[in-house]
């Protein structure tokens, strides 16, 4: 099965930072892949899909690239109310894979 | 407004069974694929279980694999999880999802979570 490896596991930023994550398929997945957002105590948000494609409704300082093994997840401009953990899923195939998961906090 | 709604979790000793169920509402759920996620507490999210609009396709992770089946009704728009042979490693809130968009594999909607504490 295809591992996915996301890096850092957790990161600390100060409001207005430049924030990236990275996530690595062990295979190449084309486009196939989704980031999620998981606040603290919540269910988790569908953010991007097919690797860069803005779910409808999801601020535009989150942006995404990749294509095969290698993606990111950039937030433009960090706000207090981006603090959770982000996870990628990779959708190729089953099984729907997610990452361990990157938490993000306000320095 | 998108709906899912489970229910039926709770504490069950291990090698027990349990069922869960997800009722969905405001979305036509015979066309989309559905799934079911879990999360331990305070861990990552792990995909379980998925099915195709008409039950055709059924996909399991390898450690649910011939104890976990996974069904739809929908007449009844709901969702469902058999339990079978629990351990402690299945405790876990146990999220319904809805595919964004027919059978694609990721998910747009997420229902609250069913708690399952598998314990003696």
């Known amino acids: 099965d295809i591992q996915m490896t996301q890096s850092p596991s957790s990161l600390s930023a100060s409001v207005g930072d430049r924030v990236t994550i990275t996530c690595r398929a062990s295979?190449?997945?084309?486009?196939?892949l989704a980031w999620y957002q998981q606040k603290p105590g919540k269910v988790p948000k569908l953010l991007i899909y097919a690797a860069s494609a803005l779910q409808s409704g999801v601020p535009s300082r989150f942006s995404a690239s990749g294509s095969g093994t290698d993606f990111t997840l950039t937030i433009g401009s960090l706000q207090p109310e981006d603090v959770g953990i982000y996870y990628c899923q990779k959708y190729n195939s089953a099984p729907w894979t997610f990452g361990q998961g990157t938490k993000v906090d306000i320095e | 407004e998108v709906q899912l709604v489970e229910s039926g979790g709770g504490l069950v000793q291990p090698g027990r069974s349990l069922r869960l169920s997800c009722a969905a509402s405001?979305?036509?759920?015979?066309?989309?694929?559905m799934y079911w996620v879990r999360q331990a507490p305070g861990k990552g999210l792990e995909w379980v279980s998925g099915?195709?609009?008409?039950?055709?396709?059924?996909d399991y992770a390898d450690f649910v694999k011939g104890r976990f089946t996974i069904s739809r009704d929908n007449a009844k728009n709901s969702l469902f999880l058999q339990m079978e042979s629990l351990r402690r490693e299945d405790t876990a809130h146990y999220y319904c999802?809805?595919?964004?968009?027919?059978?694609?594999?990721?998910?747009?909607?997420w229902g609250q979570g069913a708690l399952v504490t598998v314990s003696s």
């Open positions: 405001g979305f036509k759920f015979d066309e989309y694929a």
């Open positions: 295979q190449d997945i084309d486009n196939f």
């Open positions: 999802a809805k595919d964004r968009l027919g059978s694609l594999g990721y998910f747009d909607s």
């Open positions: 099915i195709s609009w008409n039950g055709g396709i059924r």
